[in-house]
């Protein structure tokens, strides 16, 4: 068989019923082919990539909508204590204030009996540059007093607006002879703080 009458036999067999039938079923299924991969597929991976970018954009704007309404909540909790925002500048002052520090100490000691003896201040660095940092204030207290008025002073000077604290303090008894009431000698280092 030569190679004519191969194609006559094949367009005979093409032209018969069966043979048109496989032929449109051939065309078919490489026509569908055709269109499913550039046509649907394309479609297909657009849909998906859309229902991602969905799926991202409904994340972030649930990470806005909290965002939004932990600002919200602080606002409104900055109105409600905005009257009492001078608590805070009293407490940690922006400067040394040393005069008050001070004075806060004498009216303590006044309010509980203490005798105040005397009340140095450590040197202050004024140059000191550093930001967001607290800095502060040593003051070098000696008094007398007895243990219960010492306690009494030791709680009321705490309780002050301005913030402070006890880093050290030497207790001894002024006098042999020690009683509930006797007299001490009391030696203290206040640190106060300011911004």
Request: net charge positive; charged share 20%; aromatic share 10%.
């Amino acid at each position: 068989m030569d190679r004519s009458d191969f194609v006559k036999d094949l367009l005979k067999k093409i032209k018969s019923k069966k043979g048109q039938d496989y032929t449109f079923l051939a065309i078919f299924f490489l026509t569908f082919s055709a269109f499913i991969f550039f046509a649907i597929k394309p479609s297909l991976t657009t849909a998906f990539a859309l229902n991602k970018q969905k799926h991202d954009l409904e994340q972030l704007d649930n990470d806005y909508e909290k965002a939004i309404t932990t600002i919200v909540s602080n606002q409104s909790a900055l109105e409600a204590s905005r009257d009492n925002l001078y608590l805070l500048d009293e407490a940690f002052p922006n400067s040394p204030a040393v005069n008050n520090l001070v004075t806060g100490i004498l009216k303590a000691g006044r309010a509980d009996s203490v005798t105040l003896n005397n009340i140095s201040v450590s040197p202050i660095n004024f140059i000191n540059k550093t930001k967001n940092k607290q800095k502060d204030i040593v003051l070098n207290v000696t008094a007398n007093s007895t243990y219960d008025n010492l306690i009494k002073f030791i709680h009321d000077l705490l309780n002050q607006r301005r913030l402070k604290t006890i880093d050290s303090l030497d207790i001894s008894t002024a006098n042999q002879i020690s009683s509930q009431s006797g007299q001490l000698n009391i030696q203290m280092q206040i640190e106060g703080f300011y911004l």
